[in-house]
């Protein structure tokens, strides 16, 4: 069975040595889950910055858990003073969502001084999460993507497009008309997918000789990154 290198959950009995040794396997684990994080995406642009808290936030449990130990009224008066933090950050995704459940999983693992199931836990979930993430799994080759097309008021765009489309495209959804530039133009909006090789430049450049080489838009729905 797994057990505790504490002998108390309280910080009464709670040994310089045992503090350090969990402290210092945090950090450890920390640097390990930061090193997959960074390898396990290499296409995105990483935040230097998130990668270090990766390191340093099972330490931070790991400190706060044996503070707190099993003493209820400190563990209120904690959780008030971390409220009156207010954190400032730039919104991530789910993977970094996940990261940082991950680090804190580890440190709470820490904290209580399980050091043998926080070793196998971030061997097992870090394992699977960098296999799920150099595999490919759940990613969609062929992304649906979003087309917004401005026209002039006097082009009927009903057919207008359509050849370019049959050429280019697997399938087309007009979700949008508007107005725009005080009404002296039409936004429309599509929901396309394209061809497995379908050449991008090309399709745009084909469009706008029908648009009157007006603004196209062409990014991904999911996104709505311009490509």
Do not use: H, W
Request: proline share 2%; charged share 20%; net charge neutral.
């Amino acid at each position: 069975m797994l057990e505790t290198i504490l002998e108390t959950t309280s910080t009464e009995g709670l040994r310089t040595k045992e503090a350090l040794i969990c402290i210092g396997v945090a950090l450890a684990l920390g640097l390990i889950i930061s090193i997959i994080y960074i390898f396990s995406d290499r296409k995105r642009r990483l935040s230097t910055n998130f990668a270090i808290t990766l390191v340093i936030l099972p330490a931070i449990v790991t400190i706060v858990i044996m503070l707190v130990g099993s003493n209820v009224a400190r563990a209120f008066s904690m959780a008030g003073a971390f409220a009156l933090v207010r954190f400032r950050s730039v919104p991530g995704d789910s993977k970094d969502i996940a990261s940082v459940f991950f680090a804190m999983a580890v440190g709470l693992a820490t904290g209580l001084g399980y050091i043998s199931f926080a070793v196998i836990f971030t061997g097992v979930i870090g394992g699977a999460y960098l296999l799920l993430m150099l595999t490919g799994y759940g990613i969609v080759k062929n992304l649906p993507k979003t087309l917004r097309i401005t026209i002039p008021e006097n082009l009927n765009f009903n057919g207008t497009f359509e050849e370019v489309f049959n050429e280019y495209t697997t399938d087309v959804t007009l979700e949008k008309v508007r107005t725009t530039n005080l009404g002296s133009m039409y936004e429309l909006t599509y929901n396309i997918s394209l061809k497995k090789d379908a050449d991008q430049k090309k399709f745009i450049d084909d469009l706008r000789c029908r648009n009157g080489n007006l603004n196209i838009t062409l990014c991904n729905a999911e996104t709505k990154e311009l490509l």
